[in-house]
């Protein structure tokens, strides 16, 4: 896979004003840093999405002239803040990686985090008060209507007089995202992999198939712009917005002002960040207002069109630019990524699974890596690496379903992966205990590090199980007879649970009551069934979401 060369301009222009490199800056200048912004023509646009549940009815909005800024307000900008008002900031923030975030706050700050590593990138780890609060003390010392963007602000925005998917196009291959965002990319998969043992492939909306160059949140303004002139909209940080979130647009207001209420204790999140793969302009997010992440950040809005720029704010553009420009030489020294491994293919006995590929056609590759996961639907680990030969024999393997893949290594960097191979699915005894990832079919769900007192895994996903989940076992039936379910569940409230179904007849339907939160296991009784001796297959087809699956056990009567 090639490498994008992404291009820094060398003057920056906004509508009515411009300045360039070679401008006198008055260095001594002690105005405020304000943001740089981008005025936006008034107009209308439909606001919605038919295939999103929370983004309905699909409404026309009419929206005034008004300003959003060109970047996400950066770390640079947002210490003069904290330094002018000794405002008392959060000590903690979820961001250390840990396969993917810990959970719960760890100990950081928006200064100090594992996540950043420039004064340019978007600031982090800050939340919605922060964010707010930032906004309301430049607008008291600049004079300008500074505040958070409306939700319509954003979109219409974001949109920038487009309606596909993205403001670029559909791209429904994802290859061409990486020139205009900073999204999960080959190069995130490389990093992340090295850093935290992680993946984005089986991870809620998996990756782009291109390069961007940044592996956490990139410097600003490093990206091609939409048609507004707005870089960075739908990636790099999520943005918090001005309104309250509620789950659908019913009486939502039509003249783009923000919605709120008295009690508002979520507040609406736009775009994606570097954690995703895109999401659509459409695509809403809800954060708490309390909380407090390393992949949130926000950018300013106001009305009427862009106040000139300060001294202060030159002189920041300026700096920038020279960060920019250093970050594109690194990206450009950067060499093109291995080319993907080809046919791989498996070979399964009781005690060995063999692998084999083709070779690399590049003669300078130095290496391969084998990736294998827990189990199907679950995140790739590494296995083996240094492995010199197109063949790898794998003797501790397991009795449930998983799958492999293998990269190519060259200066330290990993092509993409190669085709997946899996292992046969086992087959699961009757009477016993069934362990849910030892599933042969799987949909709509993940495999993950269980939090319970006992067994490895669990399943699980985004929102816990999904409400289209099936979930596939073979079962060897010792004994005909009666057999009583018990299941192992963690579910945060009661749900309608899944329906049990033996060789595709459904039987019954099991409701799941709360335990108490994800992290809080019970064993809950289920129905009694009868099952033939012999080989049979047991169905359990989810209809609602938020709750993680550990075992089965069929007791015989």
Request: net charge negative.
């Amino acid at each position: 896979m090639q490498s994008y060369k992404l291009c820094i301009p060398l003057f920056f222009s906004v509508n009515s004003y411009a300045f360039y490199e070679n401008e006198d800056v008055n260095e001594t200048a002690s105005e405020f840093i304000a943001p740089i912004m981008v005025t936006i023509p008034a107009g209308s646009f439909k606001m919605g999405d038919i295939d999103e549940e929370d983004a309905q009815p699909i409404r026309k909005v009419t929206l005034s002239e008004f300003s959003l800024g060109k970047y996400e307000v950066t770390v640079k900008e947002f210490r003069h803040f904290v330094e002018q008002t000794g405002y008392k900031m959060p000590s903690q923030c979820t961001h250390k990686l840990n396969g993917w975030f810990n959970y719960g706050k760890t100990d950081g700050t928006w200064e100090n985090n594992s996540l950043n590593t420039s004064d340019f990138q978007p600031v982090n780890c800050i939340g919605w008060q922060a964010e707010n609060a930032y906004a309301q003390w430049l607008k008291k010392e600049t004079g300008h209507p500074y505040r958070l963007p409306s939700e319509a602000e954003w979109e219409y925005a974001a949109r920038a007089g487009t309606s596909n998917r993205y403001y670029f196009g559909d791209d429904t291959e994802q290859t061409l995202v990486c020139d205009y965002e900073n999204t999960a990319d080959l190069t995130g998969e490389n990093i992340l992999q090295r850093d935290a043992s992680t993946s984005y492939v089986n991870f809620f909306n998996g990756k782009s198939n291109c390069v961007d160059h940044a592996a956490y949140a990139s410097i600003v303004g490093m990206y091609k712009p939409n048609p507004f002139g707005l870089h960075d909209m739908i990636s790099n940080v999520v943005e918090f917005i001005a309104d309250c979130y509620k789950d659908n647009y019913k009486d939502a207001h039509r003249d783009g002002k923000p919605w709120e209420n008295n009690e508002c204790e979520y507040r609406v999140a736009r775009g994606g960040s570097w954690h995703w793969n895109t999401f659509p302009v459409s695509r809403r997010g809800v954060m708490g207002e309390d909380f407090v992440g390393g992949v949130e950040g926000f950018r300013l809005a106001l009305d009427g069109a862009a106040p000139s720029l300060s001294n202060s704010t030159k002189k920041f553009y300026k700096d920038l630019k020279v960060a920019q420009r250093s970050e594109q030489l690194k990206r450009d020294a950067i060499l093109p990524y291995p080319d993907t491994v080809k046919n791989l293919t498996l070979d399964q006995t009781a005690e060995m699974v063999t692998l084999t590929w083709d070779k690399n056609a590049e003669t300078d590759i130095e290496s391969y890596r084998i990736y294998r996961n827990a189990a199907t639907g679950s995140t790739f680990k590494l296995l083996a690496a240094n492995i010199i030969e197109t063949t790898f024999k794998d003797a501790n393997i397991d009795s449930h379903q998983y799958e492999y893949t293998v990269v190519a290594v060259r200066h330290h960097q990993q092509s993409d992966y190669s085709n997946r191979v899996k292992t046969q699915a086992s087959w699961v005894r009757a009477p016993g205990r069934i362990e849910a990832e030892a599933a042969a079919e799987l949909s709509d769900a993940s495999v993950a590090r269980t939090s319970d007192i006992d067994g490895k895994l669990n399943l699980t996903g985004s929102r816990g199980i999904g409400d289209k989940a099936i979930i596939t076992y073979q079962l060897t039936v010792e004994k005909s007879g009666n057999y009583n379910l018990t299941y192992r569940l963690a579910a945060p409230r009661d749900t309608e649970g899944f329906a049990i179904l033996v060789n595709d007849k459904e039987l019954a339907r099991e409701r799941i009551t709360s335990t108490g939160g994800y992290n809080k296991w019970k064993t809950q009784t289920g129905i009694t069934i009868y099952l033939e001796k012999g080989n049979s297959k047991l169905t359990l087809k989810s209809l609602d979401s938020h709750w993680k699956l550990n075992w089965i056990n069929l007791k015989h009567d």
